[in-house]
């Protein structure tokens, strides 16, 4: 599945180091995709991520470039966030994106 988003930036400027959501205004996120699914998708679009941590059952989300996944760079949090209005979106709160890469 898919959803349109869009981006929240921080407000102390570029942290990203020139990541995706320092670029675009809006982008697709794919959730409750298969793994094999991702050589096909755009490398512009965001790919949802979930781990658990620790002791706690819920799940951490995370939302990382598919153009990142796909080069296998190591990425971290560069201070933007995705939301929006749409009910299909998969979470009650806005996602962090990890789109900065050194």
Same mark, same amino acid.
Request: proline share 4%; charged share 25%.
């Given at each position: 599945?898919k959803? &349109?988003?869009?981006v929240?930036?921080?407000s102390?400027?570029?942290?990203?180091?020139?990541?995706l959501?320092?670029?675009? $205004?809006?982008v697709e996120?794919?959730?409750?995709?298969d793994?094999? /699914?991702?050589?096909?998708? !755009?490398?512009?679009? &965001?790919?949802?991520?979930?781990?658990?941590?620790?002791?706690s059952? /819920?799940?951490?989300?995370?939302?990382? !470039?598919?153009?990142?996944?796909?080069?296998? $760079?190591?990425?971290?949090?560069?201070? $933007?966030?995705?939301?929006?209005?749409?009910?299909?979106?998969p979470?009650?709160? !806005?996602?962090?994106?990890?789109?900065?890469?050194?």
């Open positions: 599945m959803v &349109l988003t869009f929240l930036r921080n102390l400027g570029d942290t990203t180091n020139m990541g959501s320092s670029k675009v $205004n809006q996120l794919h959730y409750d995709y793994e094999s /699914e991702i050589k096909d998708m !755009p490398d512009d679009d &965001l790919v949802l991520i979930k781990a658990k941590f620790g002791w059952d /819920e799940a951490y989300m995370r939302a990382v !470039p598919v153009s990142v996944l796909k080069s296998k $760079n190591w990425y971290m949090f560069g201070g $933007n966030y995705i939301s929006t209005s749409d009910s299909r979106f979470a009650r709160y !806005p996602i962090p994106v990890f789109d900065r890469v050194e």
